[in-house]
């Protein structure tokens, strides 16, 4: 017998979705923010040496005059790792989130093994990649392959199918409803992670009338721990995301409720059958 589930198994509004997203994040947070926290560091000292080609200085690490075109390729650099870290989160979230929808007890050490190593690396180094192309080449693009593309490592984890495609139609159905969600939210957590990432210098600097000398490496340690959270939160916000979508669009509540009834496997109705 299930227990109460931690996720509603409904349509959920774009805000319902993402509260259930942090729902996911406080009952996972140790593997979800730990892992965070290593990839988040890892990507601050890969972003140092492009920083400093650039010149570019703490804590926005704004475009440098005579400098820019090195402020983009790091700027192409960010949104590249970004991208991969997020994907890899995603598998760890989705891990999470089939349980949480069918009330099923979970250990935090047993969302590994729910997790597809292989696969999810392919994905994150092709979605990253990606990202990183299309913000170099024009942010339009990135908002497209962002938000058409990142349910890959969900889909990987949940449906079992692995398929760019397959992402980019669930997140195109009902007018794009995925990808603007998965949009919106990116939006939500880039206005935190500036406020933990840069905000704290601002109000340093007002109050004592000077910047500090030690923001040199204070400021990526700053940007590591706001990463950190948002980026898990965006991987809930994926783990979520595509349940609520199948719920939504594929009768995936009903699958689950049909299955309870006839006392049959629930958690078989998580994979995709085309």
Same mark, same amino acid.
């Given at each position: 017998?299930?227990?109460?589930?931690?996720?509603?198994?409904?349509?959920?509004?774009?805000?319902?979705?993402?509260?259930?997203?942090?729902?996911?994040?406080? #009952?996972?947070?140790?593997?979800?923010?730990?892992?965070?926290?290593?990839?988040?560091?890892?990507?601050?000292?890969?972003? $140092?040496?492009?920083?400093?080609?650039?010149?570019?200085?703490?804590?926005?690490?704004?475009? #440098?005059?005579?400098?820019?075109?090195?402020?983009?390729?790091?700027?192409?650099?960010?949104?590249? &790792?970004?991208?991969?870290?997020?994907?890899? $989160?995603?598998?760890?979230?989705?891990?999470?989130?089939? %349980?949480?929808?069918?009330?099923?007890? $979970?250990?935090?050490?047993?969302?590994?093994?729910?997790?597809?190593?292989?696969?999810?690396?392919?994905?994150?180094?092709?979605?990253?990649?990606?990202?990183?192309?299309?913000?170099?080449?024009?942010?339009?693009?990135?908002?497209?392959?962002?938000?058409?593309?990142?349910?890959?490592?969900?889909?990987?984890?949940?449906?079992?199918?692995?398929?760019?495609?397959?992402?980019?139609?669930?997140?195109?159905?009902?007018?794009?409803?995925?990808?603007?969600?998965?949009?919106?939210?990116? *939006?939500?957590?880039?206005?935190?992670?500036?406020?933990?990432?840069?905000?704290?210098?601002?109000?340093? &600097?007002?109050?004592?009338?000077?910047? %500090?000398?030690?923001?040199?490496?204070?400021?990526?340690?700053?940007? #590591?721990?706001?990463?950190?959270?948002?980026?898990? #939160?965006?991987?809930? /916000?994926?783990? /979520?995301?595509?349940?609520?979508?199948?719920?939504?669009?594929?009768?995936?509540?009903?699958?689950?409720?049909?299955?309870?009834?006839?006392?049959?496997?629930?958690?078989?109705?998580? *994979?995709?059958?085309?």
């Amino acid at each position: 017998m299930s227990a109460q589930p931690d996720l509603p198994l409904r349509p959920m509004t774009l805000g319902e979705l993402l509260d259930a997203a942090m729902t996911l994040l406080r #009952a996972r947070a140790r593997p979800l923010l730990l892992t965070a926290g290593v990839l988040a560091v890892l990507e601050q000292a890969l972003l $140092l040496p492009l920083r400093a080609a650039a010149v570019a200085t703490p804590p926005v690490y704004g475009p #440098a005059k005579h400098h820019f075109g090195a402020w983009w390729v790091l700027v192409a650099a960010g949104f590249a &790792t970004e991208g991969f870290v997020i994907c890899v $989160l995603g598998a760890i979230a989705a891990a999470a989130a089939g %349980p949480a929808l069918l009330g099923r007890p $979970l250990r935090d050490r047993d969302v590994w093994k729910r997790v597809r190593p292989i696969p999810t690396l392919f994905a994150a180094v092709v979605f990253g990649a990606a990202c990183g192309v299309a913000a170099f080449v024009g942010f339009v693009g990135w908002v497209f392959v962002y938000g058409a593309f990142g349910l890959v490592s969900a889909v990987i984890v949940i449906d079992r199918s692995g398929s760019f495609g397959r992402a980019a139609r669930l997140a195109m159905r009902g007018g794009m409803r995925g990808a603007w969600t998965r949009i919106a939210a990116y *939006v939500t957590w880039f206005a935190v992670r500036m406020a933990l990432g840069a905000g704290w210098v601002t109000v340093l &600097t007002w109050l004592t009338g000077d910047r %500090p000398e030690w923001l040199g490496w204070t400021a990526p340690v700053a940007w #590591a721990a706001a990463n950190t959270v948002a980026y898990a #939160a965006l991987a809930c /916000v994926d783990g /979520v995301l595509l349940l609520e979508t199948r719920i939504r669009t594929e009768g995936l509540d009903i699958a689950i409720s049909r299955a309870r009834s006839r006392g049959q496997d629930e958690a078989a109705a998580l *994979v995709y059958a085309p």
